[in-house]
């Protein structure tokens, strides 16, 4: 079925460490990515986005990674903040004539002060 | 410029119900589709909306429908409620369907007893 997959559950990083989440996906003709923060309470938050055509794109603090090869995304976060504390996922588009994304199941992001 | 708005933000209904969920987008977005998500199988894309055609469908049964009207807002319906449609119901906005920033609302909150 259609899928996308994260590689852990929860991660836990010290304030001012930098955060890597990873994703694995399932298509490999997949050709748009993004990644999502939720926190609680609220509807996913968009972060960053990716086209196949690139393998890494840098934002505020962030940085995507893709890895067409081995179907695999990361998310890295630097000087990762309290207030990155949340749920990320990531998502595939799949296809370009339609706005369906297919999530990956989450990763909770805690950071201790 | 207002976000994406979703009513009711909680609902308490019974098995055998019926619900609707009311989603306006962002001004301007003409896209809308329609996501549950719940602990167990994360989000899951319900259907989208554009310039109210259904573009796009999900794999839930037919007692989940929606529709769009002229001014981009949208509805899902769900009948006969069963417990297992107890999640959150979110909501997001884009500006076209395709590989457009998809913008969520904060969700309705739907318990089913």
């Known amino acids: 079925g259609e899928s996308v997959g994260l590689h852990l559950p929860t991660l836990s990083v010290q304030e001012g460490d930098n955060s890597i989440i990873n994703c694995a996906y399932s298509?490999?003709?997949?050709?748009?990515f993004i990644w999502y923060k939720q926190e609680s309470g609220k509807g996913p938050q968009f972060i960053i986005d990716i086209r196949s055509n690139m393998d890494k794109r840098q934002g505020q603090r962030v940085t995507v990674l893709l890895n067409k090869t081995v179907k695999h995304l990361s998310l890295q976060i630097a000087a990762t903040q309290p207030g990155d504390s949340a749920v990320y996922f990531c998502?595939?588009?799949?296809?370009?004539?339609?706005?369906?994304?297919?999530f990956g199941q989450g990763t909770t992001l805690q950071v201790k002060p | 410029k207002a976000g994406v708005t979703q009513t009711p933000r909680y609902l308490i209904k019974t098995r055998g119900q019926q619900v609707t969920l009311s989603c306006s987008p962002i001004s301007g977005h003409r896209s809308v589709s329609w996501y549950q998500q719940t602990p167990g199988q994360g989000l899951q894309f319900l259907f989208e909306y554009f310039s109210e055609t259904q573009r796009n469908k999900g794999n839930f049964p037919g007692r989940f429908s929606g529709r769009q009207f002229s001014n981009s807002r949208s509805e899902m319906n769900v009948s006969t409620l069963e417990l297992g449609d107890s999640a959150l119901y979110l909501c997001?906005?884009?500006?076209?369907?395709?590989?457009?920033?998809?913008?969520f609302g904060p969700g309705t909150r739907l318990t089913v007893l």
């Open positions: 298509n490999s003709a997949s050709d748009y």
């Open positions: 997001a906005s884009s500006r076209a369907s395709g590989y457009n920033e998809q913008f």
């Open positions: 998502a595939e588009h799949g296809s370009s004539n339609t706005g369906k994304l297919i």
